[in-house]
């Protein structure tokens, strides 16, 4: 028996665990949809402990780093990530807020480049222009349009149906895996 036999084996053995992963995350995804403001309360602290993680790491970065150029940029770094800490814990509506903005960014990004490809790629021509036009209008509506109310709510959109999403990939290839142990 082979590595990749053995792995196959071992893995298809533990398919109730990643069912029973997979369900839970189609459950925490429908949460999210369904309370949007908790997603966003839950989104802005995360972002916001992230951060103030990331300011203290640069910061003991700074004392440990050999230059003076280094040392300062770490300081300054970690002065302002801490300061965006301290806004997002004080108010994680705003950190949320920002997370949609920056979605919209990352949507306006990958809408540009997927026209791009689109006119130097022969195939799948008109498939890429249509997913960057929409790709470009989203992003568009959430860093331009969208109010903060709508921040909230389309943050909560993008986190549950990526669980969602997530979840029933995995539940599938649980069921994949219970049908190979049954071999």
């Not at 993008?158 to 995995?170: E, K, P, Q, S, Y």
Request: aromatic share 12%; with cysteine; proline share 2%.
């Amino acid at each position: 028996m082979n590595a990749t036999t053995a792995d196959i084996s071992t893995a298809s053995h533990r398919w109730g665990w990643m069912l029973a992963y997979g369900v839970l995350l189609v459950l925490i995804g429908f949460f999210a949809l369904a309370h949007p403001f908790a997603t966003a309360l839950a989104a802005g602290l995360l972002l916001g402990t992230s951060l103030a993680f990331g300011g203290a790491a640069s910061l003991i970065a700074a004392f440990r780093d050999a230059g003076w150029r280094a040392k300062t940029v770490d300081l300054l770094f970690g002065v302002l990530i801490l300061i965006a800490a301290f806004i997002c814990l004080a108010d994680p509506f705003s950190g949320a807020i920002s997370l949609a903005w920056v979605i919209g960014i990352i949507f306006l990004i990958t809408g540009f480049y997927e026209l791009a490809a689109a006119f130097r790629i022969g195939s799948n021509r008109i498939s890429l222009i249509l997913l960057g036009v929409v790709d470009i209008a989203l992003g568009l509506w959430m860093t331009i349009f969208m109010g903060p109310g709508a921040a909230l709510i389309a943050l909560a959109g993008v986190v549950g149906i990526a669980f969602v999403f997530r979840g029933v990939l995995l539940s599938v290839a649980a069921l994949k895996l219970r049908g190979l142990a049954r071999l």
